[in-house]
């Protein structure tokens, strides 16, 4: 059984006569863009987003710096969580860390190529 978002995603973009690529562009850009506003991320932070498919499962790519105390979790991650995730992390770098979301909110932000009217 295809999952909701797939379901979604095909009927969008039949609707719309766009390619699903766009649409999922869309969405992982909303998703960007919402965790910046709410986290007050700076643009100087990589911050990646990567919806699944098959699975309906969104997940953000979170650059943090390691260090030894977490003042600001936002921006940064203990060595303990860093070397969870890579065992080779050391502090002063930075890594990505994954964190899962539910897709809560949809607000479409301009990408490349893609006019609001189209999805309107």
Known sequence: MENELL????????TRTLPQDVILEALQAALVSA????KNASASQAVEARIDTKTGRARLFVEKEVVEAVEYPDTEVSLEK???Y???A???ETVNRSR???IWRFVID???GLSRSALC
């Open 7 to 14: 379901l979604a995603l095909t009927e969008t973009a039949m």
């Open 35 to 38: 965790y910046r506003r709410e």
């Open 82 to 84: 860093a070397r969870f």
């Open 86 to 88: 890579n065992p080779e």
């Open 90 to 92: 050391d502090l002063g």
């Open 100 to 102: 899962d979301h539910a």
């Open 110 to 112: 301009p990408v490349p």
